[in-house]
Antibody, heavy 122, light 109 residues
Framework: QVQLQESGPGLVRPSQTLSLTCTVSGGSISIGSSSWSWIRQPAGKGLEWVGRVYTSGSTNYNPSLKSRLTISLDTSKNQFSLKLSSVTATDTAVYYC??????????????WGQGTLVTVSS | EIVLTQSPATLSLSPGERATLSCRASQSVSNYLVWYQQKPGQAPRLLIYDASSRAIGIPARFSGSGSGTDFTLTISSLEPEDFAVYYCQQRSHWPPSSTFGQGTKVEIK
């Protein structure tokens, strides 16, 4: 069973860079899922798609975050990461990492981390 | 950017009733639409992918339909554990970004 676990600082100062890592276990990050995504959710609000990295290394970003965002893949560590620069209080949210669809002959599913709360505050 | 509009915002129903949730896209997403269920303090759980295919382990009371711009998630008979927030997400290939709807809360009447 594939498992994802987010890690990184829970508190980031305004104007600094938010850095998170997602560690994938139970499977290779290079196969099974074609892409790996970050999604965030401010307290009491809906889900916001942040961006994704394909196993090829190419990326797609939320247009509203694109100028501040970098998502990358480290296949040697079975990890992918998010860096969001120049953060403000509006970047405070629970950040989730997730796989794309894993499909077998019995159907498809995806996998999510448990989420990590990042607070932007001085 | 493709905008997804979910309706209603809140659905108040009793266990055993049928729930019908709508998701409308601002432009065609073909069938690249998924539905998630989220309960408080939990990560979202995939219910439906490709607009109408149930994910592994999802009960048959959940069904999805639609293509293009109009999609529906139906829960045929609500169980107590189905009261939650439901999100649709589009995964169209162009533009190459994804978006979520704002969610529909299914609450106990």
């Amino acid at each position: 069973q594939v498992q994802l676990q987010e890690s990184g600082p829970g508190l980031v100062r305004p104007s600094q860079t938010l850095s998170l890592t997602c560690t994938v276990s139970g499977g290779s990050i290079s196969i099974g899922s074609s892409s790996w995504s970050w999604i965030r959710q401010p307290a009491g609000k809906g889900l916001e798609w942040v961006g994704r990295v394909y196993t090829s290394g190419s990326t797609n970003y939320n247009p509203s975050l694109k100028s501040r965002l970098t998502i990358s893949l480290d296949t040697s560590k079975n990890q992918f990461s998010l860096k969001l620069s120049s953060v403000t209080a509006t970047d405070t949210a629970v950040y989730y990492c997730a796989s794309s669809l894993y499909c077998t002959n019995t159907g498809c599913q995806d996998f999510w981390g448990q989420g990590t709360l990042v607070t932007v505050s001085s | 950017e493709i905008v997804l509009t979910q309706s209603p915002a809140t659905l108040s129903l009793s266990p055993g009733e049928r729930a019908t949730l709508s998701c409308r896209a601002s432009q065609s997403v073909s069938n690249y639409l998924v539905w998630y269920q989220q309960k408080p303090g939990q990560a979202p759980r995939l219910l439906i992918y490709d607009a109408s295919s149930r994910a592994i382990g999802i009960p048959a009371r959940f069904s999805g339909s639609g293509s293009g711009t109009d999609f529906t998630l139906t829960i045929s008979s609500l169980e107590p554990e189905d009261f939650a927030v439901y999100y649709c997400q589009q995964r169209s290939h162009w533009p190459p970004s994804s978006t979520f709807g704002q969610g529909t809360k299914v609450e106990i009447k």
